[in-house]
């Protein structure tokens, strides 16, 4: 039966601040430790005004001490956007403050946009996306500390750290499949090469020293509350996010509005159709039914639950109903 873990991407609310997104992360990674999840997934992102995770390590480091047995990490680092000596040295740091709990993915795409890449000192002549699986080569022998680099990382030769691929197309899962590594798939978000990539990670998968045998997971998202009324309306933050951010106008979440859909016209729930295609909303019954079809169609290891609310309480009420439906799964 899969497992389950949570992603957060640090949402700053309207009327809010970065400091008060920070609190609440920490607050709802000690809430998931609470209540079984198997990991908390910071991801990179920049340039956003309405995600606070950009310093990923920093945000992990202060998620870190609000916990103690909660596996923590980036879901993920965009690699392209850092040399593979600082994200050893960093999340080196993080598995000495924290010993056999810090996880590392990795992604090929910026987190934003071209300029940000220059922003961040990185161009597709030193590093970019085609560098990917050499970065990744190289991060593994910090690591190791095996002398391949002729530089010994510290923080960082040594540590114990759980190491995956992420993406969201079939590039990444044979990557992940060829270094035998766990593969998480973004499909709370890019649903649309779910299955393809499903099956070329099994079938392509090559045991490594790190996994014998593929172990993947793939995002979904949950808005869980005690009618499906109540949950489309705490959805609707997220949905007016991603219609904002597809339309070139994002911002910071926004409070929820009743119906939000009806009104939308047809570009805007189009937009919504796609992008949440891998959700659940609804009460738990409604919920249950969509986990049960996401995990039957996919038999991913581990599901990775998402989804930001304007209320941080109804964030922390939603996945706890989540957590019941998955340990249900287990038990039955």
Known sequence: MARYSLLDLVPVREGSSVGTALAEAAGLAAHAE?????RYWVAEHHGMPGIAGGATAVVLAHVGAATSTIRIGAGGIMLPNHAPLAVAEQFGTLDALYPGRIDLGL??????????????????????????????????????????????????????????????????AQLAAALGLPYAFASHFAPDALDQAVRAYRELFRPSARLDRPYMAAGFNVFAADTDEEARYLASSMEQSFVALRTGNPGRLPPPVRDYREGLGAQGNAILDHVLACSGIGAPR??????????????????????????PEARKRSMAIAAELMDARVAA
């Open 34 to 38: 609470a209540h079984g999840f198997t």
């Open 286 to 311: 409604t919920v249950k039914a969509a986990i049960d079809a996401f995990v039957e169609r996919t038999g991913v290891d581990e599901v990775i639950l998402t989804g930001a609310t304007f209320d």
């Open 107 to 172: 992604g090929r795409a910026p987190g934003s946009d071209q300029r940000v890449m220059r922003a961040m000192r990185r161009t597709l002549d030193a590093g970019g996306p085609d560098a990917f699986p050499q970065d990744i080569l190289e991060l593994q022998s910090y690591f190791a500390n095996d002398g391949r680099t002729g530089i010994e990382a510290t923080p960082g030769a040594g540590a114990n750290i759980e190491m995956w691929v992420l993406g969201s197309s079939l590039y990444g």
